[in-house]
């Protein structure tokens, strides 16, 4: 499944109509974002995630998604199971993403 951009307007939907969500939090200046995003977008398309929803927010204009999950530093990654935030961390390693997807599929 393809990564999609969220925004403030439709977070709290996705977030609530969607049972699983993985969400990288992300600034048009950050490079580690930037060398993330092809790490991100090829693990939405790996079919032991298929049942996830990828969300990418620009934190700095979406004050309200990046306050929901407590957003200190970018890139920013935040798993949310039933519309509740399950766990949030930073850091661009592979692992860590891998490790919150894997603790939704729990």
């Known amino acids: 499944m393809a990564v999609q951009t969220a925004s403030d ?61 407590s957003v200190d530093t970018l890139p920013f990654f935040a798993v949310f199971k039933d519309g509740n935030l399950v766990e949030a961390t930073s850091g661009s390693k592979e692992e860590v993403v891998t490790g919150l997807l894997d603790k939704l599929q729990q």
């Open 9 to 69: 307007s439709d977070f709290q939907s996705l977030i609530s109509d969607n049972k699983k969500v993985v969400i990288k939090y992300y600034a048009d200046w950050c490079g580690s974002c930037k060398l993330f995003s092809p790490k991100f977008r090829r693990l939405s398309e790996d079919d032991r995630y298929k049942d996830i929803i990828f969300l990418d927010i620009n934190a700095e204009e979406n004050p309200e998604a990046r306050k929901l999950s």
